[in-house]
């Protein structure tokens, strides 16, 4: 599955493992991430793509801390997950 700008994957590897987060940025086998608590929008996350698992769903707005927190928050709770 490709990986695009507003979409809502989940950590596999690393400190952040099984966090959700949204991209941000979409480069070279890399992702920028941002989950608006610990990784803000001004201090992205750098990620290899092989250690995100895609979801099929897309954040509505992700452009300030709040509404990136407001998306994965709406995401959880639709989903299910109780991470």
């Not at 979409?26 to 995100?52: D, Q, W």
């Not at 509404?67 to 959880?76: A, D, H, I, N």
């Amino acid at each position: 599955m490709d990986f695009h700008v507003g979409q809502i994957v989940k950590a596999k590897a690393g400190r952040d493992k099984d966090g959700f987060f949204i991209i941000t940025a979409v480069g070279e086998g890399y992702a920028l991430i941002v989950n608006g608590k610990t990784r803000r929008v001004e201090n992205p996350k750098k990620k290899k793509l092989i250690h995100l698992a895609p979801t099929n769903s897309k954040a509505r707005e992700f452009a300030t801390n709040r509404e990136v927190k407001r998306s994965l928050t709406e995401f959880l709770k639709q989903s299910g997950d109780r991470h």
